[in-house]
């Protein structure tokens, strides 16, 4: 594909992280906020000193955009509501109110940055959200729109809170994840920071293991054979014997019938003898013969990783996709009312999806009737590849919109795979890069906070 959507890794994205966002997952989920959700924001001038606040009020300007008392109590409902939902422990109120008001106040000041660079939303972009909030939460659109009234929540400011949230994504996107490179020495940087960690709750192992055994009760000479056997097996496997088969001919343990392969367990979840041997070798280091109650142990590192480190197998994707490119000939409705008559083509028989892909789609893929090929996590931006997970084997997608236009998804296959260490080092560089987007885009956020002119005016009453 001609963008693979590669410009950005997997990480937390705006139908997920924002918490205006999150308000259309939980009502979906059930969860009930006041019904003052849905009124319409105004902004009513203070109250005069002395008198009891009934009316809505200026609590600061950003840039001489006000931030009103309904917009903080409002946040703040929904962040309490999402603190008492993951059972964390509550912030005191007052604290909490300043939190958001600063929350407000930097997403105002970079969305008056969207503004001045020219970033727009339309209409289907924010449809295009609200389909995926009600497809995460198993809802039809019209069920949604249906639970949302239930709740009291009004679906314009709903609407209008999803289109808020994409245009800070986009002006995040233009003025940071675009600008963030990853070199080789970054790649490497990041491997070494990970494995010089020796934090024991991060760290995971697969070790192979030979147990020669000991019996109860044996005599110093008998302690002393079964020694020299343990250590006739780690020189073998030092010296390139497959462990394998070591195991099946020569362990004691229960594990030897499958290699004495362990599986990949945290470190907490072996025997501490086992972890302080084998910490610090690379893998495929072999340790031991090592002494327990229980008798001589051979270990062989077979993995190793700590936390944030990819996996060394994956779940791969197979899928096709058609893709078109909105423009001043085409606009984003009309490529999401083409492509989902190209779905309904599909579903009624009439139509053949890769043809259909070869005649219209505008990607490198086209030729190929839309075949991506066999994609590791991380190789599609956030957007498509959340759409493209959620599809089983057979099954085809809506109309999604992204970064690089609007889509018509099927997934083909799906399989397990080992990663090369090629592929591994991409892993790797993917999540070196969203290490430095998350650095970037906090200097970022400062600066731009930094940079607007900000008036508290009388302080938030929520």
């Known amino acids: 594909m001609t963008d693979r959507f590669t410009a950005f890794p997997r990480r937390l994205i705006w139908l997920l992280c924002a918490s205006l966002l999150w308000t259309g997952a939980a009502q979906a989920q059930g969860l009930r906020l006041s019904n003052d959700l849905g009124q319409p924001r105004g902004n009513t001038p203070a109250a005069a000193p002395g ?25 703040l409902l929904r962040v309490e509501q999402q603190i008492a939902q993951e059972g964390s422990a509550m912030p005191a109120r007052d604290v909490l109110v300043r939190e958001v008001l600063e929350q407000i106040i930097n997403e105002r000041a970079q969305a008056q940055q969207a503004t001045e660079l020219g970033i727009t939303v339309d209409a289907a972009a924010v449809t295009q959200a609200e389909q995926s909030i009600a497809a995460q939460n198993q809802l039809t659109p019209a069920e949604l729109s249906r639970r949302l009234a239930a709740e009291g929540i009004d679906i314009n400011r709903f609407r209008n809170d999803l289109r808020n949230q994409i245009l800070l994504q986009r002006v995040r996107e233009r003025q940071v994840d675009s600008r963030v490179r990853v070199t080789d020495a970054d790649v490497d940087d990041f491997i ?19 147990l020669v055994m000991v019996p109860e009760g044996a005599t110093p000479e008998r302690v002393q054979e079964l020694q020299v056997r343990a250590q006739g097996v780690a020189d073998r496997a030092r010296s390139g014997a497959d462990f394998a088969e070591l195991a099946r001919e020569f362990s004691d343990a229960p594990e030897r019938t499958n290699g004495g392969v362990f599986g990949m367990r945290s470190a907490s979840r072996l025997p501490t003898l086992f972890v302080d041997a084998t910490r610090s070798l690379n893998t495929g280091g072999v340790a031991g013969p090592l002494r327990s109650p229980a008798g001589f142990h051979v270990l062989k590192v077979l993995e190793k990783r700590q936390a944030g480190m990819p996996d060394a197998t994956v779940t791969q994707t197979r899928a096709r996709h058609i893709l078109l490119r ?16 190209y779905r309904q083509q599909i579903l009624d028989g009439s139509a053949n999806f890769a043809a259909l892909a070869r005649e219209h789609s505008q990607d490198g893929s086209a030729s190929q009737g839309g075949d991506l090929g066999w994609a590791n996590p991380g190789m599609f931006v956030p957007e498509f590849e959340q759409a493209m997970n959620a599809l089983r084997p057979g099954e085809m ?26 592929e591994q080092r991409e892993m790797v560089r993917g999540l070196a890069r969203e290490k430095k987007i998350e650095d970037a885009l906090r200097v970022w956020a400062q600066d731009t906070r930094a940079r607007a002119f900000v008036e508290y005016r009388d302080p938030p009453q929520p």
């Open 51 to 75: 008198q009891q606040r009934t009316a809505d009020f200026i609590v600061a300007l950003v840039n001489s955009e006000p931030v009103t008392n309904n917009e903080v109590r409002q946040r």
């Open 192 to 210: 070494r920071e990970r494995q010089g960690n020796n934090d024991l709750a991060s760290l995971e192992m697969n070790l192979a293991h030979v």
């Open 326 to 341: 909105p423009g001043a000939q085409l606009s984003q409705s009309e490529a999401v009312s083409r492509l989902a008559a």
């Open 397 to 422: 997608s809506a109309p999604l919109v992204s970064r690089f236009g609007v889509h018509l998804i099927r997934v083909d296959e799906r399989r397990q795979q080992s990663l090369s260490q090629r």
